[in-house]
């Protein structure tokens, strides 16, 4: 089991940037898949982000492309999201996730995919 600790939300203006980042501690994060989630209030958890063991391989959903960017320093423990031109429907909990499952394109956008899941950290957009 991996702990994590996302950090880097706030509240930023249309237009704006933020970088996330998530803290693995317990095991080493290079073990693990990582993807990033978002939650808005009445909505189901959505999928943002998933990045590889070595981050070769990285995969968005397609409001994000263009705009947000998955990494990962493996000798830091981390992983980040960093957004940019952020819009008020970006507005959420951001939460990052770890697997040890094997890449799968189909499916790393599966909540029951991830094992293990940070508490969130609150991204608000004004217009």
């Known amino acids: 089991q991996v702990h994590l600790v996302e950090s880097g939300g706030g509240l930023v203006q249309a237009g704006g940037s933020l970088r996330l980042s998530c803290v693995a501690s317990?095991?080493?994060?290079?073990?693990?898949?990582m993807g990033w989630f978002r939650q808005a209030p009445g909505k189901e958890r959505e999928f943002v982000a998933a990045?590889?063991?070595?981050?070769?391989?990285?995969y968005l959903v397609d409001s994000v492309k263009g705009r947000f960017t998955i990494s990962r320093d493996n000798a830091k423990n981390t992983a980040y999201l960093q957004m940019n031109s952020l819009k008020p429907e970006d507005t959420a909990v951001y939460l990052c996730?770890?697997?040890?499952?094997?890449?799968?394109?189909?499916?790393?956008?599966?909540?029951?995919?991830?094992?293990?899941w940070g508490q969130g950290t609150q991204v608000t957009v004004s217009a």
């Open positions: 996730a770890a697997t040890p499952a094997p890449w799968q394109l189909s499916r790393v956008t599966l909540v029951d995919l991830y094992n293990d």
């Open positions: 317990g095991r080493a994060v290079s073990r693990y898949r």
């Open positions: 990045i590889s063991l070595s981050g070769g391989s990285t």
